[in-house]
């Protein structure tokens, strides 16, 4: 089954760590984002990839990193100069090209939380 | 800036009792407009894509339409099984394919 996965579901840091959050996708996909979700809020863009060794930020990169070396694969790194990092993040695929309709297609998630 | 809005922020309804979902937003030049569904602790799951002013989808209990400022979701004799929060989001034309995300609408049917 064609799909995204990403892993783990929970993840718990310690403040002033950084860590990893794990996005594969077996669709096909060109382009790949992160959101973030908080409560009483909308989804979030951080990052996004259009094509493999290219990213771009989205509307709240600071304190995160990514990158895109295989086509399949987009990592988020969230970084210890993230203030406020405990949230919902969600990994998303979508078909290439900007004639495309952007209709994306997401993962289960990963719940972050900060002790 | 591009906006959506949607309403209610909460909805109960028994099951049986039919109603509708409403998305407003602003855009400069909509590309498309996507209706998804969200379970709790779950990535949201991709619904329907509506292009233009007048367009309609449907999908077993559910049917989306589309004017030039706003969208409906209109849920038939719902059942408990479609409780979830109903997310809409649009797509500028032009440029990069950036989607805005509207907060929701969290629906609850009781049995």
């Known amino acids: 089954d064609g799909g995204i996965t990403q892993s783990p579901k929970y993840l718990f840091r310690k403040e002033g760590q950084n860590v990893t959050l794990s996005c594969e996708q077996n669709?096909?996909?060109?382009?790949m984002y992160w959101y973030r979700q908080d409560p009483g809020q909308g989804l979030r863009l951080i990052y996004y990839s259009q094509i493999v060794n290219d990213f771009q930020k989205g509307d709240i990169a600071e304190g995160y990193s990514v990158s895109r070396e295989k086509k399949e694969s987009f990592p988020l790194t969230v970084t210890s100069a993230q203030k406020n990092p405990t949230a919902f993040y969600l990994c998303a695929s979508s078909l290439p090209g900007l004639a495309s309709y952007n209709e994306q297609f997401f993962g289960p998630g990963t719940r972050l939380t900060v002790l | 800036e591009d906006q959506v809005t949607q309403s209610p922020e909460a909805l109960r309804l028994q099951e049986g009792e039919s109603s509708s979902l409403n998305c407003s937003y602003t855009?400069?030049?909509?590309?498309?407009l996507f209706w998804y569904r969200q379970d709790p602790g779950k990535g949201p799951e991709f619904l329907f894509t509506l292009y233009s002013a007048g367009e309609e989808k449907e999908k077993e209990r559910l049917k989306a339409t589309l004017t030039k400022k706003e969208s409906f979701l209109h849920i038939t004799a719902p059942k408990p099984e479609d409780s979830a929060t109903y997310l809409c989001?649009?797509?500028?034309?032009?440029?990069?394919?950036?989607?805005?995300f509207g907060t929701g609408t969290k629906l609850q049917v009781i049995p």
């Open positions: 669709l096909n996909h060109d382009a």
């Open positions: 989001a649009v797509q500028a034309s032009g440029g990069y394919q950036k989607v805005t």
């Open positions: 855009v400069s030049g909509l590309r498309g």
